[in-house]
């Protein structure tokens, strides 16, 4: 029987009005991905069967599909099939998920309709990079998190008790609400502390935002990280996967 999640704290506005459509009859699998889908921010509805997401897909159209090539009954290439002889399921994009690395597996799903495959045990990088390319206008490579911390920028400390603080956080930028943001192309030193780690490091400002712009209609600025060092380069993509699956079961990944 499906199921619907709503999606997590990394909702956009964008992201609110769409859902995507998980359908694996493994219950681990269906579940890792599920959650997985649901902390990039998206809502998520689960099916067992090619059969139960053909109905559901008819009921209400889902902006995405991410299905298992295995799927008993009719399988994956029967779903693939019945949504595009319907009008209204026609355009969803579907992404295929393999048991096996096998590239003629990957190739019979790409020639049968499938937008991308992607192998098990999947990666969440992998997913997040094959979701944006799917659904969204201006795909991101970077998996981003909301959070909320304290930072100096260019020696002056932010008031993090009046809402300026690092609102939004990638491996290689940030987005920081600010009253006061920079001009675009401007340099930032930034000095933060993360999960108990220290970090300095130099940012451009990508763009800046007022009050009702941008993609959270509040005042502040994005960032792109110029000069970091490796070592914190890597705790900070470690960090940001390990919150995206926090209580998630590593098992099955």
Request: aromatic share 6%; glycine share 8%.
């Amino acid at each position: 029987m499906g199921e619907c999640l709503p999606g997590g704290p990394t909702d956009t506005a964008e992201r609110k009005n769409r859902f995507l459509m998980i359908v694996d009859y493994t219950p681990n699998d269906l579940f890792y991905n599920a959650m997985l889908l649901q902390r990039f921010g998206y809502n998520i509805c689960t099916a067992r069967t090619a059969e139960e997401a053909y109905d559901m897909a008819n009921v209400a159209v889902p902006s995405l599909i991410v299905a298992a090539v295995d799927l008993p009954g009719v399988g994956l290439s029967g779903l693939l099939q019945n949504l595009r002889q319907n009008p209204r399921t026609a355009p969803v994009p579907v992404i295929a998920l393999s048991s096996s690395n096998d590239p003629v597996v990957r190739k019979r799903c790409l020639d049968a309709g499938a937008a991308d495959c992607i192998a098990k045990p999947i990666n969440a990088e992998d997913m997040y990079r094959a979701v944006q390319a799917a659904v969204e206008p201006t795909p991101r490579k970077n998996i981003r998190i909301r959070v909320r911390f304290p930072i100096v920028v260019n020696g002056e400390a932010l008031d993090c008790g009046e809402g300026d603080c690092v609102s939004v956080l990638s491996e290689h930028g940030m987005y920081i609400r600010t009253r006061k943001p920079l001009p675009v192309n401007e340099r930032a030193n930034l000095l933060f502390v993360l999960a108990g780690r220290t970090m300095r490091i130099s940012a451009a400002v990508l763009y800046s935002d007022q009050k009702g712009e941008g993609p959270y209609l509040e005042p502040g600025m994005g960032l792109k990280f110029v000069t970091i060092a490796p070592e914190d380069q890597t705790f900070l993509r470690e960090h940001i996967r390990a919150e995206v699956l926090r209580g998630i079961d590593r098992g099955v990944e």
